[in-house]
T-cell receptor, first 114, second 110 residues
Framework: EAGVAQSPRYKIIEKRQSVAFWCNPI?????LYWYQQILGQGPKLLIQ????????DSQLPKDRFSAERLKGVDSTLKIQPAKLEDSAVYLC????????????FGSGTQLSVL | RKEVEQDPGPFNVPEGATVAFNCTYS??????FFWYRQDCRKEPKLLMS???SGNEDGRFTAQLNRASQYISLLIRDSKLSDSATYLC???????????FGKGTRLSVIA
């Protein structure tokens, strides 16, 4: 079974530039999550989708971050404009139920903002 | 109290040692708890779930104390391959989404 796919693996940008991350969840998984993990900390939820609807985006900095999952399958997360403090690993995860403990994570995108 | 708080670590232990990590949580309504393992520069993966008083899987034992609102992870006979960061995970009310602790780093030394 293919896992959660993310790209790119690494991204280096300058502050105030824009960046986009892509995620393709495990086939059939209706729930998709984007987490931000800053070095030395645990993953912090940015947004959760159930199919193509948003379940929770309470911690998403909406002035600069946006995410979509238009067809209920793959998803993109965008940052515009980026700040230095956005440097982190962005993890995408999926699960086959809205209420589940088992999240399957992708390898993440490591973002460095200079 | 923070939603999820873990022992700061790092824990440096010799092979064969027994080590335990604690995690406290603030939401008394939480029914289930989880430990995820994260290797260096890798993604987190589910290690164990705890639904009632505890759960045991080989060398790993997770225990829950609802009265004091903490869960623990015990690793017996530590192996070099156990070196990783262990993340305590607690659901918010309604069982979603999951809130991750900062993690406790374990280094098992030969």
């Amino acid at each position: 079974e293919a896992g959660v796919a993310q790209s790119p693996r690494y991204k280096i940008i300058e502050k105030r530039q824009s960046v986009a991350f892509w995620c393709n969840p495990i086939s059939g998984h209706a729930t998709l999550y984007w987490y931000q993990q800053i070095l030395g900390q645990g993953p912090k939820l940015l947004i959760q989708f159930q199919n193509n609807g948003v379940v929770d985006d309470s911690q998403l900095p909406k002035d600069r971050f946006s995410a979509e999952r238009l067809k209920g399958v793959d998803s993109t997360l965008k940052i515009q404009p980026a700040k230095l403090e956005d440097s982190a690993v962005y993890l995408c995860a999926s699960s086959n139920s809205r209420v589940t403990e088992k999240l399957f994570f992708g390898s993440g995108t490591q973002l460095s903002v200079l | 109290r923070k939603e999820v708080e873990q022992d700061p670590g790092p824990f440096n232990v010799p092979e064969g040692a027994t080590v335990a990590f604690n995690c406290t949580y603030s939401n008394s309504a939480s029914q289930s708890f989880f430990w995820y393992r994260q290797d260096c520069r890798k993604e987190p993966k589910l290690l164990m779930s705890v639904y009632s008083s505890g759960n045991e899987d080989g060398r790993f034992t997770a225990q829950l104390n609802r009265a004091s609102q903490y869960i623990s992870l015990l690793i017996r006979d530590s192996k070099l391959s156990d070196s990783a960061t262990y993340l305590c995970v607690v659901p918010r009310p309604g069982n979603t989404p999951l809130v991750f602790g900062k993690g406790t780093r374990l280094s098992v030394i030969a």
